[in-house]
C-alpha cells in the first residue's frame, strides 16, 4: 500500500476543473497537467497505495485500514472505470472506446480517472487508499508527476498459498456466491445453500493458470517495487494470513501517519 504524500501538483479545485473542461473541449488535459506547476501541498493529506498479487489479501487489508484509519478515502481503480463506463461519462466514454478494441486504458486517462474522483476528499483534507493503480513503473513515473508518493506498503504472500485459496473457491453462477472449503464452505458439498444448484469452479480458479497468472503479475509488478524501493519509501510485509500481518501494518502506520488520522 502506498501512502502518497499529496503534493497536488496540479489538482487543486479550480485547476482540475479547468483541466477537466479543456479537456472535454479539446483534449488538452494531458498536456496542461503535465506542465501546470506545483500547488500548495497539503500537508496533512496521505497518499496509500497497496501492492500485492491477485488473491493475495488486499481486499482484507484495505478494508482494515479504512476502519482503523478513518480519514481515508478509498480510491478503486477498477471499480471507477466500470462506474465510467456504465455512467457513460467523458472518460468513462474514452476508456470504452480503448476497450472496445481491446486495447489497454492509456496511463493518462487512469490518472485522470483517479483525480477525477479525489480531488473532492482532497480539498477537504481527506487522505487517499488507491487500490489497483499503478501496476507498472511506468504508471508509477506518470503519476508521480501528479502527486509525491511517501509509502508503500508491499503484501508479499507466497505463490503456493494464494494457489490454494484461490483453487478452494466455487462459486454459483447465477447468484456470484462464492463457497470456500477451507473457511466457508457450502451446508452441502457441490451445491449452493439457497437454491440447491451445483457450485463450478471458475476456468481461471484452476490452480495452473492461478499459477500463470502469478508469474505474470511478478514479472509485470517486480520493477514496481524496486522504483519505490529506490525512492525509499516501501515497507514490504510477508505472511499467509490478513489477520496476523495486519497488526504490523497497523503499527507502522500509526508510526508513519499523524496521530490525528488514526481512530
Known amino acids: 500500500m502506498i501512502a502518497l504524500k499529496v503534493v497536488r501538483r496540479d489538482v487543486t479545485s479550480s485547476c482540475y476543473q479547468q483541466l477537466k473542461s ?62 465510467h463506463v456504465r455512467e457513460q461519462t467523458k472518460i468513462g466514454k474514452e476508456a470504452k472506446s480503448y476497450m ?10 487512469m490518472i ?36 509525491d508518493v511517501d509509502l508503500v506498503i508491499n503484501l508479499d504472500i507466497p505463490t503456493e498459498t494464494i494457489v490454494e485459496r484461490i483453487a478452494d473457491r466455487w462459486i454459483h453462477p447465477a447468484s456470484g456466491r462464492i463457497y470456500s472449503y477451507s473457511y466457508n464452505p457450502p451446508k452441502n458439498k457441490g451445491l449452493d445453500d439457497f437454491t440447491g444448484e451445483p457450485l463450478v469452479q471458475r476456468e481461471d480458479d484452476k490452480p495452473e493458470l492461478v499459477r500463470r ?17 529506490e525512492k525509499g519509501v516501501v515497507k514490504t510485509f510477508q505472511g499467509t494470513m490478513s489477520d496476523v500481518i495486519y497488526p504490523e501494518v497497523k503499527k507502522w502506520l500509526h508510526d508513519k501517519v499523524p496521530e490525528t488520522e488514526a481512530e
Open 100 to 109: 472496445d478494441e481491446g486495447r489497454l486504458v492509456p496511463d493518462q486517462l
Open 112 to 147: 485522470d480517472l483517479v483525480m477525477d474522483d479525489a480531488t473532492p476528499y482532497l480539498d477537504e483534507g481527506q487522505s487517499l487508499l488507491l487500490d489497483g493503480f499503478p501496476r507498472t513503473s511506468e504508471q508509477a513515473v506518470a503519476l508521480d508527476k501528479i502527486v
Open 213 to 229: 497468472r502469478l508469474a505474470q503479475y511478478e514479472a509485470v509488478t517486480s520493477p514496481l517495487v524496486d522504483y519505490y524501493e
Open 22 to 83: 479543456a479537456r472535454n473541449m479539446n483534449m488538452m488535459s494531458r498536456s496542461f497537467m503535465s506542465t501546470m506547476s506545483l500547488s500548495h501541498p497539503e500537508e496533512d493529506s496521505h497518499f496509500l497505495l497497496i501492492l500485492g498479487k491477485p488473491g493475495g489479501g488486499k481486499g482484507t487489508i484495505s478494508g482494515k485500514i479504512l476502519k482503523d484509519f478513518s480519514r481515508f478515502h478509498h480510491v478503486s481503480t477498477g471499480d471507477l472505470l466500470r462506474q
